[in-house]
């Protein structure tokens, strides 16, 4: 778990097309370093992000989310984002009570014009990531029950 | 060969039968406030429940709810060779007719289910004949004898202090060779008393099977009976005779597996088309397929015989507590009403 | 003062044999009592002659108000618990049912029912909306809390207690079908396109189905326990969203299915909206 070296996690992030993902842009092109583990999916608003996407990406083997949009207020949809700010609350509560930590599901804004900040937030989030480890996957002790029945039937 | 056995003697006895078998008998098991019994591979004797039905069926062992028949590249796998028999301890009577239904539908001449039959040949069942009758169940109702297991190398039964055991097969006589002879007439005696107890209970069915189907199928009845259907899968998924099951491919990191898991008629997606379409759009008709396809295409299939071993668990289970026997004399009634009719006019 | 069931019944006949006289309604939804389980089972009462049937005790525990999405466009009276009327209020919220379409006969002062545990947690003890009433209000307010069994645990040993539960599911789906919040025309299981969780009964889906199923609930579960109770395999599926109640509750003071003009969790904000957790 935590504490391994070699760990290089895979972190989606989920950027909304209007500001984080123009901040990334910006990192880029004003060559700041940033980790590569992120992998980006582009998104037209961060209130268009279904949290089922979220979770799946849990079952496909993600070791942590990032999600940025605009900042409140900023919304290129005037109020996506104060929408999606709901929801984001609500399903970190439920992933983290469900047991899963809370360092792997990370929301934050980002404007067009940080690119600065962007490259820190990346920076932040794999660090939080690698201090919890790789992401087991909700099937790490097998299928329990069922198991035993499917391999003693044959 | 009738022998008896203490029981608090049983570890020892089973102990001997692990050698040979993995022996899986009802246990009980607590699930939060919940207190179940089912079949598991048996760790400690003690936990051996024999005086109640066990929560699910034995089918599970036959036709597991997830099977995988291999992957994209290999082509379908064959079973591991060299495991031990399992050796199921305790069926009652109504779970081994739900196997003898099942049989023709999975060992058909023209095409054999490998994997049902596979693992069929490798278990081998103790029944249990049921010395009182469980919460909601109805096998004598449909002409299946409750005391009795048919087709089985060995019939148990259970008094409370001791287990008979009745050995039909020869080769598994060395088991029982150092317990003591039972008395016959002394469990003649017993199932006596017991027979007794169940006719005081049973309820009477007078059904035509297979079910008339022209007569049946467009009844008003069916909407009554199924107002109060929630469309969840508990009836199906806990029924020992219910054998629906789908095809899928799974996709994994390794590669893409192709698995064979339960379904149910009682899901809309049961029955929906790539294309949208619906033909049981609602849940009157599923309900009205599960009754239909267990009392009228099955017996019209298979020599009349129903599928359905009446153990009463989609009825103890159904989280709105709807009863099979209910709608079956609803449909009795019905059909004697139009039988009626149609003589006197 | 000790609750008159035999009482209650009575009048939930009464007022349902001169609703289907009068032709107020074409059918009441209400609860008798097994022929052969003798246990209480919901049913829908077309003939006066049948309304006496009827009965109400605290073995009552199903949901009625799910059965009310089957029958738009005509009357249909309903015997509701306080917990029946709250989830009727979410569904006129999102205008799912019409008001002038159900006649609700609201039962005052609710006891709770003997199995549910969710009943300890309720403080609704008299019905949001009601048409018809049978006893009397409770007058005193019921001090009651979300309960947290779970709130001691490590976040490991949350994970693995919920590993533990959600391996027994069957995928049966008894707890979406007693949910009077799953009224999907198309639930996220049954979908291929995409395919949101997978059709093997695994541990891995079995926890994604769990966690996108109280995701779901959120903002709209009012806390009744029909999920728990329906579930064959006594798996504890309603901490979830309990806790989600609870936050709910404590971020946004918010409580579904007590005001029909009220929107949902998540149908509003609120400009300062928490942003408790967020990286800043």
Known sequence: ?154 | MLKVLAKSELGQFLDKLKQEFRVVAPVRRQYGKKERVEYHPVENSEEIILDSQPDTPPKKFFLPQNERLGDELEGETDLEEGEKETLIFGVRSCDLKAVEILKPVFLDDDFTDTYFQKKLEKTVMFGLGCSSRQENCFCDSLEINPLEGKNVPVNMYDDGEKIWFAVRDKELEKFFADLPDGDAEELEEKKGKWQEEFEKTAITLDLPLPFPELKTFEAPFWHKVSANCLGCGVCTYYCPTCFCFGFFWEKHPEGIDRWRTWDSCMFPLFTKHGGGHNPRETQKQRTRQRIMHKFSYHPQNFDGVPACSGCGRCISQCPVNIDLRVILRTVEKYLKEEEGVKSSG | METNYSEISKKIQEISRKLLEEGRVDRVIGFERGEFTGEMTPVLVTDPEEAENLLFNPECEMMLAKYLLDYGGSTTGIVAKPCDTRAITVYLAEELIKRDEIVIIGINDCQGLEENEACDECGVRNPVVADEEIGQPRQEPVETDIKDDLKDMSLGERFAYFQEEFSRCIRCYACREACFVCSCEECFVDSNQPQWVGFSVGLRDNFTFHLMRAMHMAGRCINCGACELACPEAINMRALTRNLYRVAQEVYEFEPGLDPEEKTLFATYRLNDSEQGFLD
């Open chain 1, 1 to 154: 778990m935590a504490g391994n070296e070699n760990f290089e996690p895979k972190i989606l992030a989920f950027l909304c097309n209007w500001c984080s993902y123009a901040a990334a842009d910006l990192a880029g092109s004003s060559r700041m370093q940033y980790p590569p583990q992120i992998r980006v999916i582009r998104v037209p608003c961060s209130g268009r992000i279904d949290p089922f996407l979220l979770i799946r990406a849990f079952n496909s083997g993600a070791d942590g989310i990032l999600v940025s949009g605009c900042h409140p207020g900023d919304c290129h949809y005037l109020d996506g984002n104060y929408y999606a700010r709901r929801r984001f609350l609500m399903l970190k509560e439920l992933m983290q009570y469900a047991g899963i930590a809370e360092e792997r599901v990370n929301f934050t804004w980002c404007s067009a014009s940080e690119g600065k900040r962007f490259a820190a937030i990346v920076d932040r989030v794999v660090e939080r990531i690698k201090a919890v480890g790789p992401w087991e996957g909700f099937d790490s002790r097998g299928f329990i029950r069922r198991e035993e029945e499917v391999a003693g039937g044959n």
